[in-house]
């Protein structure tokens, strides 16, 4: 039943922003409003292009199977105001892609025969839907944002990574903040500033700028995830990542799949290693000063637990560099 719902919600979507009150209402008695909850699949890969899709509240996770991959994997997420599937309803070609709801959604549809009704009795709607796929086609040419994004969840039931690609390829400005329950209040623990989709600047804990998105795909955080899009000017930006947005993540990937084998080296996170010979000696000028920090922590005696926790570099830097004193012969 849709009798009482608002309009606004599809207002909000790039499809109906235009159009006027009465074609609005028009498109509301004629829809239905869906209730999905974790886990629910709204259509398959492959299936009929037989309806559109508003996302109301909540996120939609849409998933394709790749020539690699016998699985699904996330590729997107559409937030309120989004919309899935009306190319297929125009050109007739089945699903490219499955569709889930990671948390939970209220979806907005319409059936092929309405939507094509529309177009036939409300030219205004016909001529929109025209200049909507025409400034979809002109974003993904120059690279623009396709409208400002809201996504929220629960990361029980998002993956990250992807949340942060579908912000990147939508050409996002805005923030991502996750947070934990800290006692009486949420507790902000990571933060990533997106600018025209470009990650330019990130905190996690205490990590800050290119280590700090290392991290994430290191130790994949728990929490509630907020993406709020707005305005901001170019020269308002204050970055201290160093990478392309694309070059960052492939780099992340990179670490986050060499880590484990670093970590069989040292399997025990809380055996204190101490320096071995009087001196360091390090040839690598890259990473010279990490190497430095590590050794002088070493002098006490330090667990791979506590150089996570007192030297502010991601975790593989730091494996690396152990491990390297490790071979070298220079801790024990």
């Not at 409208?147 to 923030?175: C, E, M, P």
């Not at 707005?230 to 947005?245: C, G, L, N, S, W």
């Not at 330090?302 to 991601?314: C, E, G, H, K, T």
């Amino acid at each position: 039943m849709t009798a009482g719902i608002d309009t606004a919600f599809l207002r909000s979507s790039d499809l109906f922003e235009n159009q006027p009150e009465e074609v609005l209402k028009a498109v509301l008695l004629q829809g239905q409003l869906q209730q999905y909850g974790p886990g629910q699949v709204v259509f398959g890969q492959g299936d009929e292009g037989d309806r559109l899709y508003i996302v109301k509240s909540g996120a939609l996770e849409v998933l394709a199977t790749t020539t690699d991959a016998s699985d699904p994997i996330p590729v997107a997420y559409l937030g309120p105001g989004e919309v899935l599937g009306e190319l297929a309803l125009l050109t007739g070609s089945p699903r490219s892609a499955s569709a889930r709801v990671p948390e939970r959604a209220e979806l907005f549809t319409v059936e092929k025969p309405v939507f094509l009704d529309l177009m036939k009795t409300l030219p205004a709607f016909a001529r929109n839907l025209c200049l909507v796929l025409a400034k979809r086609l002109e974003a993904t040419t120059l690279r623009m944002p396709r409208g400002s994004k809201q996504l929220q969840g629960n990361l029980r039931y998002f993956d990250l990574a992807t949340v942060i690609q579908t912000l990147i390829g939508s050409h996002q400005t805005g923030t991502l903040a996750v947070t934990q329950e800290g006692g009486k209040s949420k507790a902000r623990i990571a933060e990533i500033f997106f600018f025209k989709g470009n990650i330019a600047k990130a905190k996690v804990r205490h990590l800050t700028g290119d280590d700090a998105v290392f991290q994430l795909f290191q130790s994949p955080l728990e929490g509630d995830f907020s993406f709020t899009g707005r305005q901001v000017q170019e020269e308002e930006v204050q970055a201290d990542i160093t990478m392309p947005a694309i070059s960052l993540l492939m780099e992340s990937v990179r670490l986050q799949d060499e880590l484990p084998l670093l970590k069989e080296r040292i399997p025990d996170a809380d055996r204190v290693f101490k320096q071995k010979s009087g001196q360091l000696d390090w040839q690598d000028p890259e990473t010279v000063e990490l190497a430095a920090a590590v050794w002088s922590r070493l002098k006490k005696g330090a667990s791979m637990a506590d150089l996570q926790r007192d030297v502010p570099r991601n975790s593989y830097a730091l494996y690396r560099t152990v491990v390297t004193l490790v071979d070298t012969g220079q801790v024990e």
